[in-house]
């Protein structure tokens, strides 16, 4: 069978994996960025375990920590732990200090907003993580356009670097969004020191 399937990489805290195709009865990973890798489930490579392929998705392991990957989604954070209390995230060329994080386990991009009072996410980056907004809380928000119905909903996780926060409460707004806003109630989590390049936040 042919390679199925191409993705981008990007990175993530911890050994990034991500399956870039389906070659037979093998899943085609890509670890650390490097070469596409074929493992049958039951092999294991650079600490990566294969432990099931079926369709286009697979389940991996690396030191007990499993998760699954889905062909053409970016890659994911697998076997750093997430205990760690201090994230040091640095400014882009606008000053806006945007990185990668995980929401439920799935990897997107966030950016710092200290205006915001929750997290926010647009509607496809909702979709894309497979959030079922549509049965959460409607509000009513403002947006560029004028007022706009949402959705108030409680993500289960989400991780900054090796900080793990659990039962975050979010807002999905009705358009889509460049990036997933990190509001006051992540940020009230930690202690921030800010200079005009760099922001750490150390837990509470």
Known sequence: MALLGAMALGQASGQTVALA??????????????????LAPGETHGGVRLMAL???????????????LRLG??????GTRANGRRVVLSADGRGHFVS??????????????TGASTV??????????GLDYRQG???TMGTANGVAQGWR??????RLGDVMLYGVEAVVTPQPMPFVLLGNNVLGEFKMTRTPDQMVLEKR
């Open 73 to 78: 989604e970016a890659p994911v954070s697998v």
């Open 153 to 158: 909903i409680v993500l289960d996780t989400v």
């Open 21 to 38: 195709g389906v070659l037979g009865s093998k899943a085609l990973l890509v670890i650390d960025g490097n070469a596409p890798r074929a």
């Open 100 to 113: 990668l994080g995980q929401i439920n386990g799935r990897t997107m991009q966030y950016m710092v907003d």
């Open 120 to 129: 926010a996410i647009g509607v496809s980056d909702a979709e894309r993580m």
């Open 54 to 68: 079926q369709g286009d998705t697979a389940q991996v392991d690396v030191g007990g920590d499993r998760r699954t």
């Open 137 to 139: 809380q409607r509000v």
